[in-house]
Structures are given as C-alpha cells and as structure tokens.
C-alpha cells in the first residue's frame, strides 16, 4: 500500500522546536518533488514548504521563512521540516504530500498522495 506516514507532531513552547518526518512506504518517493502543509481549526489548508525530487529547489511560504527547512533523504524515502521559533499561529495538523500535478513543486493543493497529519501544538 501507497502511503506516506508523518510524524515528530507534539506540543512545544513558543520559541522552541521540533521537526517533522514524512516516511513514504510501497513504492520509492525520490523522483517527485514532495511538500508539506498545515490546516489550522477553522481554517482552509495551506501550503508550508515544498523540495524538488533532488533537494537543490525548496520553496516556502511567508509566514515560515527563514524559521523552518525543508530537507529530504532519499535514500530512506522521508522529507523533513525542521520548524524553529515556533509561534503560537504555528499550530494546525502538519501533513506531507507527494506527486504534483504537474510534476513541480507546487504551492497548491494538486498533490496525489496525502499523508494523515501530525499535530502540532504551539503554547504561548
């Protein structure tokens, strides 16, 4: 079975840290540029930070830049998301996506495989 599994969620602090995983499992990820988004209670999904298959190209949103990463290991077929400072408007359920159509990194929704979500609480 196709999927990706996130993990590294949990409740932090404002101004500390976490990172995320993304691990894909049933078939390789490392040819397709993967990203990862983030939906707030009440509020619509939205893009947080997206990587090429290679890792040379990352793309981030506004509201994150210049305090989370984007990474990847192909090798063991997981994405990361280093998320640092960390602010209470961070919190929302994190998930991963794979397979953009097109095939590039895109800041919409038009992935094809969607993980389940991590939480990520941020108190202030």
């Known amino acids: 079975q196709v999927q990706l599994v996130e993990s590294g969620g949990g409740l932090v602090q404002a101004g500390g840290s976490l990172r995320l995983s993304c691990a894909g499992y049933?078939?390789?990820?490392?040819?397709?540029?993967m990203a990862w988004f983030r939906q707030a209670p009440g509020k619509e999904r939205e893009f947080v930070a997206a990587?090429?298959?290679?890792?040379?190209?990352?793309s981030y949103a506004d509201s994150v830049k210049g305090r989370f990463t984007i990474s990847r290991d192909n090798a063991k077929n997981t994405v990361y998301l280093q998320m640092n400072s960390l602010k209470p408007e961070d919190t929302a359920v994190y998930s991963c996506?794979?397979?953009?159509?097109?095939?590039?990194?895109?800041?919409?929704?038009?992935?094809?495989?969607w993980g389940q979500g991590t939480q990520v609480t941020v108190s202030s």
């Open positions: 996506a794979a397979d953009p159509v097109p095939p590039r990194i895109l800041r919409t929704n038009e992935y094809v495989v």
């Open positions: 049933g078939r390789s990820f490392s040819t397709t540029a």
């Open positions: 990587i090429s298959w290679s890792g040379g190209t990352t």
